[in-house]
């Protein structure tokens, strides 16, 4: 089994159906939506709350768990879904 990492810019349905998607493929063990470890300082009185950057799509981390099998097919699916759904996507698999 290996462990990939995705990481998907876009809204909270997308990372929804994403992850839904991917966990009813064969060889997906596991698919889960991991925190972000990076703290987010926003402050809301600061002079930049509410700008059109703070309000974008959102970043999410999916990890999974795959067997070397179900890997292209894992990755065809969520390119798939990133460009119907006009959302960014990046794989990390250096875990």
């Given at each position: 089994?290996m462990?990939?990492?995705?990481?998907?810019?876009?809204?909270?349905?997308v990372a929804?159906?994403?992850?839904?998607r991917?966990?009813?493929?064969?060889?997906?063990?596991r698919?889960?939506?991991?925190?972000d470890?990076?703290?987010?300082?926003?402050d809301d009185?600061s002079?930049?709350?509410?700008?059109?950057?703070?309000?974008?799509?959102g970043v999410?981390q999916?990890?999974?768990?795959?067997s070397?099998?179900?890997?292209?097919?894992?990755?065809?699916?969520?390119?798939?879904?990133?460009r119907?759904?006009?959302?960014?996507?990046?794989?990390?698999?250096?875990?």
């Amino acid at each position: 089994m290996m462990r990939l990492r995705l990481q998907l810019t876009g809204t909270d349905d997308v990372a929804a159906e994403l992850i839904n998607r991917l966990g009813s493929l064969g060889g997906v063990e596991r698919v889960e939506e991991v925190g972000d470890l990076m703290p987010h300082m926003d402050d809301d009185d600061s002079s930049s709350a509410g700008l059109p950057d703070d309000e974008g799509p959102g970043v999410h981390q999916i990890e999974l768990v795959v067997s070397a099998g179900a890997l292209d097919a894992v990755r065809a699916l969520a390119v798939e879904l990133a460009r119907e759904r006009d959302a960014a996507l990046e794989f990390d698999e250096s875990l």
